[in-house]
C-alpha cells in the first residue's frame, strides 16, 4: 500500500543499507544497477514519481533484502575476471573488453535471483545490463517453442522420426525459404537425436505439426514463448518481416528481431525443471524502513504452462543434448544436466542455458556492436563453438554445486522409460532409455539388429539472419558412437488413443530417480 507524505519525508532522511553481496567490480555492479531498477520501478508501481522513488532508494534509510547469494555472486564475478573463459578477448573500444557476455543463475523453485552479471570488467555504473538485454537465442528457442508444444499434443514423442533432408516442407513459406541443413541430412533420425544435434530442418517440420497452417503453428509457438515468460516476442502481422517473429526462422531458429535475454531465458527454462510451472524471477524480498516497518513484499507471478510429466520428458530430452549432443561440455560429472546450446549466423552469439536438480543458469558470448572513432560500425567477431559458451556455464556452475548431494531429476508418476534406437525410434534394446508421458508409445520395433551408429556434431545452426537459410553451410560429417546403455522397459498396457503414432503396448516397470534435495538459501 501506499505511505503518507510524512513518513516519506522522514524516510528519505535516512541513510540507505541494502543488505547484498560485496562485488568484486570496483567501479560499477550490474547487480546494484538492477536492484534499483527493480525497487524504483516497486514504488513507481505504488504512486511515486521517479524522482521520487530515486530519492527514496538512496536516501530513504531503506532496507533491501535482496535475493543474491553472495557466495554465488561471488563465483560468478571471478569466472568473469578470468580473461582465460573468453578465448576471443581483446581490449574492444572505449576500455570496453570484447567478447561481452551476461549470466544468470536462479532458484528455479522460487524464481530467486541467486547471482547475476550483466558484462566482464565492469567499471560504469547504468550501463548495459547484458543479462537483461534481449540478443539472439538461436537454438535455445527450440525447446520452447517447437519441442515443448510437439510433446505437449501427446501426438509428438521422442521415438517421433523425421527426414533430416533438406527441403519436403508441408508450407509454401518455408518451401521457399528452404533452409541448409545443420547435420549430415542423409537420413531419418528420432526426435530426440533431432534435439540432441539440433537439426534445424527437423526443428522446422516438427514445428509444422503444431498446427494445419502456417499461421495457426506461428499462433501456438507464440503462445508458448509467452506462457514461458518471454516478453520480448515481436508478434506482429503490419511491421517488415525483419522487424517481427511471426515467421519460422525466428520461432524456430533463433532468428529474432529483438531476442530473448538471459534472465528470461533461465526463468522460461527453470519453467521445463520446476515441473511445467512458471516463477517470474525476483531479486529482493521485501524491502522495509529502517525500524521494520514493510514498504514492498515480492509478490512473483505464477502459472502453469504444461503438466509436470511433459515438462520432464523435455528434461530428459535436454540431457542428451548434454550426454549425446552438442552440450557435453557443460557436464557437471554426477551431477544431472539438462540443457541446450545455440549459435547464430558466423557464431556471431553463442549461448548455453541448462538446469540441474538444484539450479538454472543462463549465458551466452558475444561481441558488443561497437562504432570506431569516425562512427563507423567495427564487424563483430565471431565466437568460434557453442562450447566456449558450455565450458563457461559449467566453470561457473561446477563450484556451486561443488558440496551439493548429486541428485536426480524427479520423474512424476506419468512417465515410463523405455529403451530406443536414435535413428529410426524404434524400440531396441541396443539403444537408450528415453522418456515417455503415460499413453503414448514408439510406435515400432527397430529395423536394426545391431547397435546403431550415431553422430556426434558439436556445432549446430546459425540463425541470426532472416534473409538467408538460418543455418550452417558446413554440415559435419557422419561419425559413429555406440549409444548409451540403459534398462529394457517396455511402456504400460494403453488405456487410451491418445497418441496416433503408437502401435505397441505392454506391460513393464519404471525406472524412477529419486527425488532432489531443494538448495539451501
Known sequence: GYITQEQYDEEVAKPIDVKLSVSTESKGSSVEDYIYTEVVDAFMEQGYTKEEASNLYYNGGLKIYTTIDSGMQENLEKQYNDDNNFPNHIPGQNGIVQPQSGMVILDYRTGQIKSLIGGRHIKTRGGINRATTPVQPGSTIKPLSVYTPAIDTLETTQSRVFSDKRGGYKFKDNREWNPATTTPGTSNMSTRKALALSSNTIAIKAAETLGSTYDECMDIMINYLK?????????SKTKEISNTDRRFASLTLGGMAKGISPLEMAAAYGTLANGGN?????????ITTYDGQLLVKANPEQHKVVDEEVAYVITDMLQAVVKEGTGKSASLGGMPVAGKTGTTNDSLDIWFVGYTPYYVGATYIADDAQKDADGNNIKRRGQGSSSTAARLWAKVMGPIHQNLTKAKFTVPDGVYFTKINLDDGGTSSYGVSAAFVDGTYPSRASSYQAPPTQETEEEEEETENPNESGDGSNPPE??????????NQTPPSNNNNNNNNSDNSGEGGTDQPTGNIPPTN
Open 478 to 487: 557422419d561419425e559413429s558412437q555406440t549409444p548409451n546403455e540403459g534398462e
Open 227 to 235: 506462457d514461458f515468460g518471454i516478453t520480448s516476442v515481436v508478434d
Open 278 to 286: 512458471y516463477i517470474e524471477p525476483t531479486v529482493y524480498t521485501t
